[in-house]
């Protein structure tokens, strides 16, 4: 299935569950109201996650002048990708991390935050821009941003249903109070399972496609151990779990209730594979 099926899958799964939501909350009037939100969802979920995305981290773009070492290995990677050059975003945060977002690769960005920048050598920076360049090559950008954009909606539905709930609303002859209710619960975890879906075997691939562009497997295998490391011991604020899947690294590091909705997959099992890609 293509990333552009899968991202229809995805809209269609949230048309879904706002339409339940709606009837449940509102009858008729509240499916039609729906609809509405729904379609005006969609369409922001297609042409604005990425905006969504950045926005969310508070990123901002970066010129040229302002990051001359990062512009000059995009360059290098991007020619050997065949992929057009991205726009450049930093994220000011500690953690060292990045991602990648847009449409396609025409209108793709790479987003690193300040904590990326003052921890990588240049072999590891480069090792973590190639990744995010395999995900742009292998247009797995799109269905990554609109995950996000879904995730959060599907929370803040189901948190809006839990306030409707605790003052009455919902409720009607035809038990729909008990949709609202049901959706309350399982919201939360479809919001994850969107995130698992379309995340953890990517990470694979993005690996081996970096590595390749980069010619250097061990420079992205020093990158992650370091990212590791060190996403267990410094906070991203701006991170979420709506948001963690697009990550080079899971941003809540080790915590307990974050491995048992991993996004990513284990970084000792990345590492070994690009080692493995090395001896090869």
């Given at each position: 299935m293509t990333n552009a099926i899968k991202t229809v899958a995805l809209l269609g799964l949230l048309t879904g569950l706002l339409l339940w939501a709606g009837e449940s909350l509102g009858g008729r009037a509240g499916l039609q109201m729906a609809f509405l939100f729904a379609a005006a969802l969609n369409m922001g979920a297609w042409f604005f996650s990425d905006r969504i995305a950045l926005a969310s981290h508070r990123a901002q773009p970066v010129t040229e002048a302002e990051a001359p070492e990062i512009y000059a290995i995009l360059r290098e990677l991007t020619a050997r990708a065949g992929i057009p050059m991205p726009?450049?975003?930093?994220?000011?945060?500690?953690?060292?991390n990045a991602f990648a977002t847009g449409r396609n690769p025409r209108h793709a960005v790479v987003a690193v935050t300040q904590g990326l920048l003052q921890t990588m050598d240049r072999?590891?920076?480069?090792?973590?821009?190639?990744?995010?360049?395999?995900?742009?090559?292998?247009?797995?950008?799109?269905?990554?941003?609109?995950?996000?954009?879904?995730?959060?909606?599907?929370?803040?539905?189901?948190?809006?249903?839990?306030?409707?709930?605790?003052?009455?609303?919902?409720?009607?002859?035809?038990g729909g109070g008990l949709g609202a209710l049901a959706f309350y619960l399982v919201a939360p975890i479809a919001a994850i399972l969107i995130q698992m879906a379309v995340s953890r075997s990517r990470e694979f691939h993005a690996d081996a496609g970096g590595a390749e562009f980069?010619?250097?497997?061990?420079?992205?295998?020093?990158?992650?151990?370091?990212?590791?490391?060190?996403?267990?011991?410094?906070?991203?604020?701006?991170?979420?779990?709506?948001?963690?899947h697009m990550m080079i690294v899971n941003p809540f590091g080790g915590k307990a209730m974050m491995r048992l909705f991993?996004?990513?997959?284990?970084?000792?099992?990345?590492?070994?594979?690009?080692e493995a890609m090395a001896r090869g």
């Open positions: 726009r450049v975003y930093l994220i000011p945060e500690m953690q060292p072999e590891e920076l480069k090792g973590v821009l190639a990744h995010e360049l395999a995900h742009v090559k292998h247009r797995d950008i799109l269905i990554m941003s609109v995950a996000a954009t879904l995730a959060g909606a599907i929370t803040m539905l189901a948190r809006m249903l839990g306030w409707a709930l605790m003052f009455g609303g919902g409720r009607d002859e035809r980069s010619g250097n497997p061990m420079g992205l295998a020093s990158a992650l151990r370091k990212l590791g490391a060190l996403s267990q011991r410094v906070p991203m604020k701006t991170a979420s779990p709506t948001n963690a991993a996004t990513h997959p284990p970084i000792e099992e990345r590492i070994a594979r690009l």
